[in-house]
């Protein structure tokens, strides 16, 4: 059974069936050559949806769509080039730094490149940065999106595993996407520094910082109400995803006074339509779990590995080779659905901290979508910069080596995601 599914999802991903309907083909042929009534692969589809949590994930997608219909990205924009651009590579910076605001906002990463990082590349073409370093440095940066929260792979992952909370994982990836932040900065100091990107006089923002800062306040001041709510008592992770909502159209309306009426079936169709997206590949990733479930595949892979006696650094590293080469053909999303239930009882059995091993497992899945052939970051960058791929994976070799740096750190290291939750009383 797990065998027909296997083959079959490959030769559907082979012909470029998208990575959902390949799942529930895949489950829908192992089924069939099974001998099991094809209702149980819909049980299945509606019972991956059948959860409360994931209300969440429209909820936060709806309120960073408010939030960017309400000027948010100009606002963290100006703000961000007033403090960093006036640097050696100014603008580069800026980027990282918007990027990295509206990451805890969006929780998305393919949402951050299309929307700031496309008016950021702009303006670094404009100030003299070759297309390509723009395209390749807004591309490495967008993966902060999905670590720093809120984050909609973060919520899935919970769903996979019990073992960790939806608080705690939001918690744990704070400290790893600043460090990812602060990498990429350095690989820009360094690429400015040696290419002379400097910001000309004109594009230095004159207005004073105190005045942009409290202009930018209320955007910045979003991820702090969810997890502030969150920690204390305030509101579930569920709940904040909807006060998320009501905080992004006070502020976009009443504060910021951009948001109108007339953008708002705009701002739903969106929100609907990325929910949709996502949540139609956790249903059929609920189908392709249950198959291999079924098969005991978890089981077979967690002995087979247990056999072999690895030490804890040995499997990590082990985990890391195989998660890399997933993340290259397989987008986080379905990656962390399909593989945490075979991997996550390995790292328990191992003595790992599950937080510890959800960020790693996260960090590399996400290292895919800067990874050709699917690089679905790579793609979306492409397409708003106009940069062909080739020149952009040229330009990101650096950024990828610090990326690679930073998840070694971040695996032999586990105090660098852990140490926040608990020290905050979270221990999963």
């Not at 704070?174 to 002379?196: C, D, E, T, W």
Request: net charge neutral; charged share 5%.
């Amino acid at each position: 059974m797990t065998t027909i599914l296997g083959l079959t999802f490959l030769v559907t991903m082979a012909l470029g069936m998208p990575i959902a309907f390949a799942m529930v083909v895949a489950g829908l042929v192992a089924v069939w050559m099974k001998g099991l009534p094809a209702l149980v692969v819909m049980q299945n589809l509606f019972s991956g949806l059948d959860s409360f949590p994931l209300l969440a994930i429209p909820f936060f997608i709806l309120a960073a769509e408010l939030m960017s219909g309400g000027a948010l990205t100009d606002v963290l924009l100006k703000f961000a080039a007033r403090l960093v651009g006036a640097r050696r590579g100014g603008l580069g910076h800026a980027n990282i730094l918007t990027l990295t605001f509206f990451s805890g906002i969006s929780g998305s990463a393919l949402a951050d490149a299309a929307g700031p990082g496309s008016m950021m590349i702009k303006m670094m073409k404009k100030a003299g940065y070759a297309d390509s370093y723009a395209a390749a440095l807004t591309a490495c940066t967008a993966i902060v999106g999905p670590i720093i929260p809120p984050s909609i792979i973060m919520i899935v992952y919970a769903l996979t595993d019990n073992s960790v909370t939806m608080t705690g994982l939001f918690l744990a990836g704070v400290i790893p996407g600043l460090i990812i932040a602060l990498a990429l900065a350095i690989v820009n100091h360094f690429v400015s520094v040696s290419r002379g990107y400097r910001s000309p006089p004109e594009m230095i923002e004159t207005t004073p910082i105190l005045t942009l800062f409290v202009r930018a306040f209320p955007a910045l001041m979003l991820p702090v109400i969810i997890l502030g709510g969150i920690h204390f008592g305030v509101f579930t992770p569920t709940e904040a995803s909807a006060a998320a909502v009501l905080y992004a159209v006070i502020v976009g309306k009443f504060v910021y006074g951009t948001l109108q009426m007339q953008m708002l079936p705009a701002i739903l169709y969106r929100t609907a339509l990325m929910s949709a997206s996502i949540l139609f590949i956790v249903a059929t990733s609920a189908v392709f779990a249950w198959v291999l479930t079924v098969g005991q595949i978890p089981q077979q892979v967690a002995g087979w590995i247990a056999a072999m006696e690895l030490s804890s650094f040995t499997l990590l590293l082990a985990i890391n080779i195989l998660l890399l080469l997933v993340g290259i053909f397989i987008e986080p999303l379905p990656g962390v659905m399909i593989m945490v239930p075979i991997l996550a009882p390995l790292a328990d059995g191992a003595g790992l901290d599950p937080l510890h091993f959800a960020i790693v497992v996260i960090v590399n899945l996400t290292l895919g979508m800067v990874t050709p052939p699917v690089g679905g970051l790579l793609f979306v960058t492409s397409v708003v910069s106009g940069v062909r791929m080739g020149p952009m994976m040229k330009e990101a070799k650096p950024m990828l080596i610090a990326l690679l740096i930073v998840l070694l750190m971040l695996t032999y290291l586990p105090q660098l995601s852990i140490w926040l939750p608990n020290t905050l009383g979270y221990p999963n």
